[in-house]
């Protein structure tokens, strides 16, 4: 689905205002963990801000798509591995200020690994770090990317 400017009008104190935002549709980011305790990571490149950033897998929600089943196919393209012992932690809306967009944060253990099953124009090398090697990447500005951030804090709370 592409992204579209939707607008409301309302009154406030007194005054008819228009407001605009993006609708996009929902996302799902997944902290996920192998067996030793690493968190498995993605790194890519991201053309908006023409960089590349080390971020969980994550990746949107299809209309009607259940938000556990999106998170599943979600690992299973990016890093190749299925998950076990599924938990939504939490959802949230990253800017509400300009979106409606609604992310679900769900954390799983990495159960089995096959071949990646990247889209088009995709290229995502796999990483792991323990949760520490993760905290300190945050510190020292290697993590920037926002829905990984708040998961990594989530979970070490």
């Not at 939707?6 to 192998?34: C, N, P, Q, T, Y």
């Not at 800017?95 to 990646?116: N, R």
Request: charged share 30%; glycine share 6%; with cysteine.
């Amino acid at each position: 689905m592409a992204k579209e400017i939707w607008s409301r009008e309302e009154v406030v104190r007194g005054k008819k205002i228009i407001f605009s935002w993006l609708h996009s549709k929902d996302a799902v980011v997944i902290l996920a963990k192998r067996a030793d305790n690493k968190i498995a990571f993605v790194q890519q490149r991201r053309p908006a801000i023409d960089k590349i950033l080390l971020e969980l897998p994550a990746g949107g929600i299809e209309k009607g798509e259940d938000p556990l089943l999106a998170a599943q196919r979600e690992l299973k393209e990016e890093t190749g591995w299925t998950g076990s012992d599924w938990m939504l932690l939490t959802s949230y809306f990253p800017s509400p200020g300009i979106t409606d967009e609604k992310m679900y944060v769900f954390s799983c253990k990495l159960k089995d690994q096959a071949d990646q099953e990247l889209d088009e124009g995709e290229e995502i090398d796999v990483l792991y770090f323990t949760p520490e090697e993760a905290l300190n990447m945050i510190k020292r500005k290697e993590i920037i990317d926002g829905k990984t951030i708040i998961a990594l804090l989530l979970s070490s709370l």
